[in-house]
C-alpha cells in the first residue's frame, strides 16, 4: 500500500511503518488519522483506538473505514481468505461498530455503507473529543 501511494507523489506526506498499538509519535501529532481497512484484522482494535485517540491532536479526525457484518459475507471469497492466511477478529455490525468508536473516546461525523465484494463495508469518520 506505501508502495503504491508514493507513487501519487503527494507533498507533505510520509509514510512509516509501526504497530498500531505503539504508535511511535508524541500525543497530540496529528491532524487526521487514516486506519482503513486493518481494525477488523487487529487482535486488540480497542488498544489501537486508543492509541490513534493519543496521537490525534484534539478534534482531529479519525476516519477508519472497515468491514461490517449487517449481512452475511460472500461466503466462498471469505472462505479463500482464510485460505489464503486471512484472518479476521472482529466482526462489527454497523451499529456495534459506531458503538466501539463512541466508546474509545470519539464523536461520529459521518458514517456510510461501502459496496464490497467480500463483506459490508462502513465508512466511518469521527473526530477526536
Given at each position: 500500500?506505501?508502495?503504491?501511494?508514493?507513487?501519487?507523489?503527494?507533498?507533505?506526506?510520509?509514510?512509516?511503518?509501526?504497530?498500531?498499538?505503539?504508535?511511535?509519535?508524541?500525543?497530540?501529532?496529528?491532524?487526521?488519522?487514516?486506519?482503513?481497512?486493518?481494525?477488523?484484522?487487529?487482535?486488540?482494535?480497542?488498544?489501537?483506538?486508543?492509541?490513534?485517540?493519543?496521537?490525534?491532536?484534539?478534534?482531529?479526525?479519525?476516519?477508519?473505514?472497515?468491514f461490517i457484518y449487517d449481512y452475511e459475507p460472500n461466503d466462498f471469497k471469505m472462505r479463500i481468505l482464510r485460505l489464503l492466511g486471512f484472518k479476521i477478529?472482529?466482526?462489527?455490525?454497523?451499529?456495534?461498530?459506531?458503538?466501539?468508536?463512541?466508546?474509545?473516546?470519539?464523536?461520529?461525523?459521518?458514517?456510510?455503507?461501502?459496496?464490497?465484494?467480500?463483506?459490508?463495508?462502513?465508512?466511518?469518520?469521527?473526530?477526536?473529543?
Amino acid at each position: 500500500m506505501i508502495k503504491i501511494a508514493k507513487k501519487r507523489n503527494m507533498e507533505n506526506v510520509s509514510f512509516k511503518v509501526m504497530d498500531a498499538t505503539k504508535i511511535d509519535y508524541p500525543n497530540a501529532s496529528f491532524d487526521v488519522i487514516i486506519a482503513a481497512n486493518m481494525l477488523h484484522i487487529v487482535p486488540d482494535s480497542s488498544k489501537v483506538l486508543l492509541e490513534c485517540h493519543r496521537v490525534l491532536k484534539p478534534r482531529g479526525i479519525l476516519i477508519v473505514p472497515t468491514f461490517i457484518y449487517d449481512y452475511e459475507p460472500n461466503d466462498f471469497k471469505m472462505r479463500i481468505l482464510r485460505l489464503l492466511g486471512f484472518k479476521i477478529y472482529n466482526k462489527w455490525s454497523s451499529r456495534e461498530f459506531k458503538r466501539v468508536i463512541l466508546n474509545h473516546g470519539y464523536m461520529l461525523l459521518e458514517t456510510e455503507p461501502i459496496a464490497a465484494k467480500i463483506a459490508g463495508n462502513l465508512f466511518l469518520a469521527a473526530k477526536n473529543v
